[in-house]
Nanobody
């Protein structure tokens, strides 16, 4: 079973920054495109951004473009994807999840069902 292990998150004042990480340690899934999503209670999970496993390109939702940055670090046996969140505001408050597409599927898509494996989620809270 593939595991995506998330870390980071917490509480920050508006205008501040936080960085989340998502680590994959299953060999085949180091070739997975990773997406970041967020969910507010009672709402559907929404796409935040993602990184293409093949060429490292990124894609962002309009709501976070210019404020959030996704990057990755490929180790010998693990891949860690980072979500750096800057200029945070109260509307960014949510539980954030990383998801992995099946290995070899490179495109960054916004469809939740295309991400087969998920991290445990981490809370980000931004005070107004």
């Amino acid at each position: 079973q593939v595991q995506l292990r998330q870390s980071g998150g917490g509480f920050v004042e508006a205008g501040g920054s936080l960085t989340l990480s998502c680590t994959v340690s299953e060999g085949a899934f180091m070739r997975s495109t990773i997406g970041w999503f967020r969910q507010v209670s009672g709402n559907e999970r929404e796409f935040v951004g993602g990184i293409n496993w093949s060429d490292g390109s990124t894609r962002y939702a309009d709501s976070v473009k210019g404020r959030f940055i996704i990057s990755r670090d490929n180790g010998a046996n693990t891949m860690t994807v980072y979500l750096q969140m800057n200029s945070l505001n109260a509307e960014d408050t949510a539980i954030y999840f990383c998801g992995a597409r099946r290995p070899g599927y490179a495109s960054i898509v916004t469809t939740i069902s295309e991400y087969r494996y998920w991290g445990q989620g981490t809370q980000v809270s931004v005070s107004p």
